[in-house]
């Protein structure tokens, strides 16, 4: 048992220097340097030769790209993402200010997904072919092939523009900071709504239907049926034997989600004018800054690998199997 | 269901697929200013379809009496008209005009051209890079396998929406036309499940008496692989190259929508719905339609994928 977590855990610090190996070649090993090539902004003016040997000493870009990995990964381990090229600031610093608003909108995501969609594909699977079912089913497939921007502009129109219930785009309506603290949080909380929503609907269709598949390869309808032939409560039944048994297999998938939800701050972010992450992470790309770019990516990559890892782990001691080393 | 029918749900897939690649194929004889047929000096002639087939000059802008027929969009997706700025759907634009005035069904159906072209460049492509990836790691094992399986691993810790703009920012591939240079890109991101698929397939495959007897009449490995393996694990990774093209067209929306996809003036379903974001507090329409058509081609894609999936395992079918 031991064995194997340790294993896990030194092929995860594997992974992780292949990620990071990536990100930089990614990055460095492209014809050119990060340097050269035209701008996306026409408006750019072309960097002068002294100007640019200098920048490429700076950046380290007069090395050879072995030295250049090994250095960057040197300040990585210290902590230093290096600085930006748009505005010089330190990239990590750049990253922390427009960290929090993603991982708020991410965790309310991830929550909302999985106090949904576990109640949703147990109540499917309970009863198979029925009515809620076959409805749950078709809503989820049409959910799984819903592109996030179109449902979020949908989403827009529908509840800002028609109906003026909720906020268009960003964080707080103008004059929200002479507010009191209720109505502030108020505020700030129907700004997000959408935002919520729309990261989180993908991810909700997929992991009720994986509930329910998974539900139904297990003995759940026995047991359920027996529960309930017990006289147990519909609620108890969903509780005791849905949550129960769902909770150890969605723990792998919650890994695999992270990727959906990072590439999906990028596009919400953008429609909503949310100044996290994903928007620096676009600016970044308008820019091309490069040492931004290689920030955010490795962050959005290792907290996959971190998920992924978290996931293996919880699920090695979570189920009785694994922990006895029945099943790999 | 008779037995020998197919899938309902792999049916109306394909039908589906069949009129969104005629669409595609026809929208600059479907939308066009061009007249299909006109009265000229030297008796009846069709300015539409020399267009579309690039014979002789464009007669645009004829005379108005000469004309006999006129295509069902009579407009062309970049044709800009003041006078008509953003105007609702009508019997004049059926789905309405932008904000320069351009007649959005003509552009929705060119849109249609770059997802497709797209779509399906990038699958082929994920194809051409994940089944020798997959078939190398499946098939050889050992040290081959740990590398594959190492780089997928890898690979699977990024969103692939993440890492295709950062493929994009660094611009190594800007010198190539922008529909192949998207196409490459999703490609180049979108090979991981093939080959985890493919891999899956030949360790199944392994220990099979399939490998024995192919290794009894003494094929090569090559010939193994290409004539023994290959065949029978291809049905499973064709359902997820159908996929595969579902997700390069949304991806393909996403970058448009986000401002870095194809070039103006060229329609894209995202770069209309990029547009639609600058009207969103007055044209419905400009976000309703693209986006619908957007939705059913990816939910076409999942069809047949999903279609042909159930074909080859009944147990899916649930």
Redesign the interface.
Request: proline share 6%; glycine share 8%; net charge neutral.
């Given at each position: 048992m031991l064995r194997r977590l340790v294993r896990r855990c030194a092929?995860a610090v594997?992974?992780l220097l292949?990620?990071t190996l990536?990100v930089f070649g990614?990055?460095h090993l492209?014809?050119?340097d990060?340097l050269t090539?035209?701008s996306a902004d026409p408006g750019v003016r072309p960097l002068t030769r002294d100007r640019l040997e200098q920048l490429r000493t700076l950046y380290r870009l007069d090395r050879p790209v072995p030295v250049q990995y090994g250095l960057w990964l040197g300040d990585l381990l210290r902590g230093d993402l290096g600085t930006s090229f748009s505005d010089g600031r330190p990239v990590l610093e750049k990253m922390t200010e427009r960290l929090g608003v993603t991982l708020l909108l991410n965790a309310l995501s991830l929550g909302l997904m999985v106090l949904l969609a576990v109640p949703l594909g147990t109540l499917a699977a309970l009863r198979?072919g029925s009515r809620l079912d076959r409805w749950t089913g078709g809503l989820t497939?049409?959910l799984?092939?819903?592109?996030?921007?179109?449902a979020g502009?949908?989403l827009?129109?529908a509840f800002s523009?028609r109906l003026g219930w909720l906020p268009?785009f960003g964080l707080a309506s103008e004059g929200a900071a002479g507010l009191g603290a209720a109505a502030r949080l108020a505020d700030r909380a129907a700004h997000l709504v959408l935002p919520v929503i729309c990261l989180g609907y993908g991810g909700l269709a997929y992991l009720s239907r994986f509930v329910r598949?998974n539900l139904?390869d297990n003995a759940l309808i026995e047991s359920g049926r027996a529960a309930r032939a017990r006289g147990l409560s519909e609620l108890a039944v969903l509780v005791r034997h849905g949550f129960a048994q769902a909770a150890v297999p969605m723990l792998t998938l919650a890994g695999?989600l992270l990727?959906?939800l990072?590439?999906g701050s990028?596009?919400v972010e953008?429609?909503f004018a949310i100044p996290g992450l994903g928007m620096l992470?676009?600016e970044?790309?308008?820019d091309?800054d490069?040492p931004v770019?290689m920030g955010?990516?490795l962050l959005?990559?290792?907290a996959?690998?971190a998920g992924?890892l978290a996931a293996d782990l919880l699920y090695a001691v979570a189920d009785p199997r694994v922990r006895r080393g029945e099943v790999a | 269901m008779r037995e020998s029918a197919l899938p309902r749900g792999l049916a109306a897939g394909l039908w589906l697929m069949g009129g969104l690649v005629v669409a595609a194929v026809t929208a600059p004889l479907l939308a066009t200013d061009l007249p299909w047929i006109e009265r000229g000096p030297d008796g009846l002639g069709s300015p539409a379809l020399r267009g579309y087939l690039g014979l002789g000059p464009d007669r645009a802008g004829g005379v108005a009496e000469r004309v006999v027929l006129r295509a069902p969009i009579p407009y062309h997706p970049a044709r800009q008209d003041f006078d008509a700025h953003l105007e609702a759907p009508s019997g004049r634009h059926w789905l309405g005009t932008d904000g320069l005035g351009r007649d959005l069904a003509a552009r929705t159906l060119h849109g249609a051209r770059v997802s497709l072209v797209v779509g399906l460049l990038a699958a082929l492509l994920a194809l051409a890079v994940g089944l020798p990836l997959g078939a190398l790691a499946g098939y050889a094992g050992g040290w081959w396998d740990a590398a594959v399986s190492?780089?997928v691993?890898?690979?699977?810790?990024?969103?692939?929406?993440?890492?295709a703009?950062?493929?994009?920012?660094?611009?190594?591939q800007?010198w190539l036309p922008d529909v192949l240079r998207i196409g490459l890109v999703l490609g180049l991101t979108g090979w991981i499940p093939v080959t985890r698929y493919l891999r899956a397939e030949f360790l199944k495959l392994r220990g099979s008496d399939l490998l024995a007897a192919a290794r009894a009449t003494g094929a090569g490995h090559l010939r193994i692989v290409l004539r023994h393996l290959l065949p029978s694990a291809l049905a499973p990774v064709l359902v997820t190259a159908a996929f595969a093209v579902?997700g390069a067209i949304?991806l393909e929306?996403?970058l448009s929508?986000?401002?870095?996809g194809v070039a103006e003036p060229t329609a894209t379903w995202?770069r209309l719905?990029r547009e639609?974001?600058d009207h969103?507090?007055r044209a419905?329409w400009l976000?309703?339609f693209p986006?619908i058509a957007?939705?059913l081609t990816?939910?076409t894609c999942?069809l047949i994928g999903e279609g042909v999936r159930d074909l080859l395992d009944p147990r899916s079918r649930?």
């Open positions: 092929t594997l992974t292949l990620v990536l990614l990055t492209v014809p050119g990060p090539g035209e198979p497939y049409a799984y092939a819903l592109p996030v921007f179109w502009l949908l827009q129109i523009v268009l598949a139904l695999f990727p959906a990072v590439g990028v596009i953008t429609i992470f676009v970044a790309v308008l091309r490069i770019l955010v990516t959005g990559s290792s996959t690998l992924i | 190492r780089l691993e890898t690979m699977l810790c990024f969103p692939t929406l993440l890492l703009l950062a493929i994009l920012a660094t611009g190594w800007a579902a949304v929306a996403a929508f986000l401002g870095l995202g719905l639609a974001r969103v507090d419905w976000a309703l986006g957007l939705f990816v939910l999942n649930r």
